[in-house]
C-alpha cells in the first residue's frame, strides 16, 4: 500500500480492499495486513453513500468502545436493549448492563491494565476490532501483552451482537470476511 488517507479529525487512517475498509490509528498496520489493500485510497466523496454507511458503522462501534472501555457516552446509542455479548471463555451475558460490566470485571483482574483498538475493520453490518491489552495480573502477577478480536454485529444503527475471538482468523469468518 502506498498511500494511505486519513479520516478527518479523528486520529484515523483508512484504507479499502475488495472486501472490507480498514480503520487504524497506526497507518503502519494498515501495510501489515496480510492481504495488502488496494494500492491507492479512496477519497472521501460527499455522495459516496456506500462509503458513509460504512463510516457510520465504524462510527458508532467507535462510541460503543468508548462506553465499554472508559464508560463514556451513552450505551443506548449505540447498543440494542437487548444485545448479547459472548465474552472469550465464557457464557453469553445480555442486556446493556453486560456490555459495561463485561469490561470491568475483566479489568478488575489485572493492575495497570493498557487496552487500545489498533484497528476497525468494516464489513458492512459487521465491524471487527483488534484490540490490544497490555498488563499484569492482580493476583497471580503474570503479565499479558496479547490481543483479541471482537466482532460487532449491527442492525439498523445498533449493535445487536458482540463476540470475541482469540483468533484473527475465527474473528474474520465470524464477520463474513476474508483477510
Known sequence: MTERAPLARSGFYWARDKNCHVWSRDPSALAKRKR????RAMPLLPRDTGRAM???SVEVVRRAFEYEVFGRGDASASFD???V???VEEAPRYGLDAIRDNFMSWE????ELETTAE???DGGDRVVVTIYFRGRGRRSGIEIDTRLYEVYFLREGKI???????????AFEAA???E
Not at 36 to 39: G, R
Not at 160 to 170: G, K, L, S, W
Open 54 to 56: 460504512s463510516q457510520e
Open 176 to 178: 463474513g470476511l476474508s
Open 85 to 87: 455479548m459472548t465474552p
Open 160 to 170: 445487536v451482537r458482540v463476540q470475541e475471538f482469540t483468533d484473527r482468523a475465527e
Open 36 to 39: 495488502p489493500a488496494t494500492e
Open 119 to 121: 484497528e476497525f475493520i
Open 108 to 111: 478488575a483482574a489485572w493492575d
Open 81 to 83: 436493549p437487548e444485545v
